[in-house]
């Protein structure tokens, strides 16, 4: 045994994953199904070609942000950015939470938000979502009043629910919370609004973004905040140095000269997404509206669990909400290539019938 145990809060805290299965179609982790643009890949390698690799990265990723505040019209000291989203929610979670104070999850949402708070100490207040799993601001100011956190978490759209959060519940929650509001947008493209428009200097608003979905770069691991400069400088403090590597930075610059391609990619993901729920409408199933490049649904007549084994059994991947909290015999699909959908659907119509 280690002579010094890990800390008692940990104990029992099992780590986050998605399960790796090997199929046919893997339409579990909202991955985009089509790789970045060829014309990215040329001009990604170009540019580290010319990397000093025996040198530190630029320690302030100040080209990068640059790049990424000129996308959403503001200036550098306005953007932070991090090895993935999570890195951002980490930094988040020391700068502002930790021991003697807590954040605030409405479920059900995104898992890491409250296991990245309960890593780094934090105390974590649970909350729920109305039977359509839009936000009760009225839950909310109660919950902001009887526990006083220091974060409050929202996820829009919503994982895994697909729920898109109006302007006006974004400014409520705002004006109500006692400390920093965390939007969560790692599907914010594929939603009719996003709350980067809100976030404003003085503001207590957090806006974080990610490369890994509509960017087609999650095996690079890339994502970033847009929130007041204060903020910004405060994550910095709490990061290690030179956390994003030259690599890194040189991709995330590249992908930004892609945005019409990004963009378009988008709009056709949304075309999909849209046929796959009104194929899902024809199914024995109950499904949610959604924002994002995914869907919820759960099988009537058959439990979730047994769908997705089968499911599995036929080669096709997706993610297994059936037994989380609020979600009983949930299955979530990613919206993936017309022949991976329809692939998933003929094995769901088989596997339901």
């Given amino acids: 045994m280690i002579a010094v145990p890990v800390r008692d809060d940990l104990a029992a805290l ?29 001009a990604w390698i170009d540019e580290i070609s010319q990397i000093a690799f025996n040198r530190y990265p630029d320690r302030q990723a100040a080209d990068l942000r640059q ?24 930094a988040l979670c020391l700068a502002y939470a930790g021991p003697g104070r807590s954040v605030a999850v409405f479920e059900p949402t995104y898992a890491l938000h409250s296991h990245i708070a309960r890593i780094t100490g934090s105390g974590v207040t649970l909350s729920g ?23 409050t978490f929202l996820c829009s759209p919503n994982n895994p629910t697909g729920t898109v959060d109006p302007p006006a519940t974004t400014a409520a929650v705002v004006e109500a919370a006692p400390g920093l509001v965390v939007v969560d947008e790692a599907y914010g493209q594929f939603a009719p609004h996003s709350a980067v428009g809100q976030v404003t200097e ?12 509509t960017w ?10 847009v929130a007041p400069a204060e ?31 990004m963009e378009a990619r988008v709009a056709t993901l949304v075309r999909e997404r849209d046929r796959l729920a009104q194929a899902l409408g024809g199914l024995p199933v109950d499904t949610w509206p959604s924002g994002a490049n995914f869907l919820l649904f759960r099988p009537r007549s058959r439990p979730g669990a047994d769908v997705w084994a089968a499911l599995v059994e036929r080669s096709v991947l997706v993610r297994n909400f059936a037994t989380w909290p609020r ?18 659907l003929a094995a769901l119509t088989e596997v339901l019938s």
């Avoid at 003085?202 to 973004?209: A, D, E, K, T, W």
């Fill in 14 to 42: 099992e780590g986050y994953h998605s399960p790796q299965v090997t199929v046919d179609v893997r339409l579990n982790t909202n991955e985009s199904p089509y790789p970045p643009p060829e014309a990215w890949r040329r």
């Fill in 67 to 90: 790049a990424l505040g000129e996308l959403h019209g503001v200036g550098p000291e306005r953007v932070f950015a991090a090895n993935g989203s999570n890195e951002v929610l980490q």
């Fill in 129 to 151: 979502r109305d039977d359509d799993f839009t936000v009760d601001l009225d839950e909310v100011r109660r919950v902001l009043v009887d526990a006083d956190p220091a974060i």
């Fill in 202 to 213: 003085g503001s207590p608003l957090v806006v974080i973004r990610t490369f890994s979905k």
């Fill in 216 to 225: 087609a770069l999650a095996g690079l691991r890339l994502g970033y905040c």
């Fill in 231 to 261: 903020v910004v400088g405060a994550l910095e403090r709490v990061t290690l140095p030179y956390h994003l590597d030259a690599a890194k930075q040189a991709a995330g610059r590249v992908a930004l000269r892609f945005r019409a391609e």
């Fill in 327 to 344: 979600l009983d015999g949930c299955l979530r699909v990613t919206v993936g290539t017309p022949e991976e959908d329809d692939a998933f």
